[in-house]
Nanobody, 125 residues
């Protein structure tokens, strides 16, 4: 059974940084997309960034390009999201997710099959 557990959310002032972690278990993640998506109050869940585990291809939403960086540690089956220059608009619950489809460029929420419970990120102005 696939299990995804997020760590690292919290409260930060605008302009600050946070690092999220996602510990993954339950299958081999090579050649599958691992992504971060977020949901703000009253809004739909939106794509933030994804990485194909092997090869390291990455995909970013335009709103976070240049500020967020996704990376992975293969030995630990862990994906990280480094978030810099945070803005109040980045506030939301951040979810780690993975797709069952081989090497899919998963850039929408509907393309993900397993989800973590989420971690709250709040950016104050």
């Amino acid at each position: 059974q696939v299990l995804l557990v997020e760590f690292g959310g919290g409260l930060v002032q605008a302009g600050g940084s946070l690092r999220l972690s996602c510990a993954a278990s339950g299958r081999t993640f090579s050649n599958y997309a691992m992504g971060w998506l977020r949901q703000a109050p009253g809004k739909e869940r939106e794509f933030v960034v994804a990485i194909i585990w092997s090869g390291g291809n990455t995909y970013y939403a335009d709103s976070v390009k240049g500020r967020f960086t996704i990376s992975r540690d293969n030995a630990k089956d862990t994906v990280y999201l480094q978030m810099n220059s945070l803005r109040p608009g980045d506030t939301g619950v951040y979810y780690c997710a993975t797709s069952l489809v081989y090497r899919i460029e998963a850039v929408t929420a509907s393309q993900y099959d397993y989800w973590g419970e989420g971690t709250q990120v709040t950016v104050s102005s």
